[in-house]
């Protein structure tokens, strides 16, 4: 562990892009070729795959620009937390971070109102496009639940702007699914974004983990996105300051979260001013 003094400082630095690990020079950048891995900088594309992909140097599932090598191992780095009780796996740290939630607004009711083969093709269609969108955005998926997914954006990947991130992401995400067409969206969503710190990182059994956010922010999080109008991102106000949105003309919202007050902005697909 070295010069930390707790692995939950260690997963800290990792986390937020600081650890000296991450700032080696990897000797898999001098394999061809591109895209690369952008941590350990393993090649995904031919013919550098073939050699690496049988140890697991592939795309991991929940952000294909990392491999799913550098999750597994990233405990190797930092340790397990001693907190964890026997048999639990707890790997990972306090660290701020961005989350946004988007869900379809009315899905029970557009499940009702058409076969059950045609709205199965809408919630596929829903999930590839999100998917792709959150991606793009350097954002991890951390899950699909129902008819919402769910975004982190961690400054190890998205960087120190990633409140920036989190919102350009949910507004391109309104974008691909038709909320700036004049025949209105082929999906309605609704959308929040907020930032906090939270614990991140693996949390489960022996035989199975899994890579997560926990904590009172990613509550926050999860219920502005329920309460978000069609076409909506409800932005709360420590997310747009730390994005450096400009509010002057943009509508402000009280809001009770679960008996918890938060302000928010109102976001929709229209491109924001930032301050300079």
């Not at 607004?105 to 059950?116: D, F, L, T």
Request: glycine share 10%.
């Amino acid at each position: 562990m070295g010069e930390y003094a707790t692995p939950e400082e260690e997963w800290h630095d990792f986390l937020s892009g600081t650890h000296p690990h991450l700032q080696d020079k990897s000797p898999l950048r001098l394999i061809p070729s591109n895209p690369r891995c952008k941590l350990c900088k393993a090649p995904f594309g031919s013919p550098g795959r073939f050699i690496l992909a049988r140890y697991g140097y592939q795309p991991w599932v929940k952000q294909p620009k990392i491999c799913g090598r550098c999750f597994k191992g990233l405990g190797n780095h930092a340790q397990m937390c001693p907190s964890a009780a026997d048999g639990q796996q707890i790997r990972g740290g306090e660290v701020e971070i961005s989350m946004l939630f988007a869900d379809v607004r009315g899905s029970s009711k557009i499940a009702r109102e058409m076969p059950v083969i045609d709205f199965t093709r809408l919630m596929n269609r829903f999930y590839r496009e999100s998917s792709r969108v959150l991606i793009d955005g350097d954002a991890i998926i951390e899950k699909f639940v129902g008819d919402e997914i769910v975004g982190l954006f961690i400054p190890f990947l998205a960087g120190p702007e990633h409140a920036a991130r989190a919102i350009g992401t949910a507004q391109e995400l309104l974008r691909v699914t038709g909320h700036d067409s004049p025949d209105g969206p082929w999906v309605p969503l609704g959308a929040g974004v907020h930032t906090g710190t939270a614990f991140v990182g693996m949390v489960g059994s022996d035989d199975m983990s899994d890579f997560t956010a926990l904590g009172d922010p990613v509550n926050i999080a999860a219920h502005l996105a329920s309460k978000s109008a069609i076409g909506e991102i409800l932005v709360t106000d420590g997310a747009a300051e730390a994005a450096g949105v400009v509010a002057d003309d943009l509508e402000h919202r009280h809001l009770s979260l679960k008996g918890h007050p938060v302000d928010a902005l109102v976001l929709t697909v229209a491109p924001l001013a930032s301050a300079s």
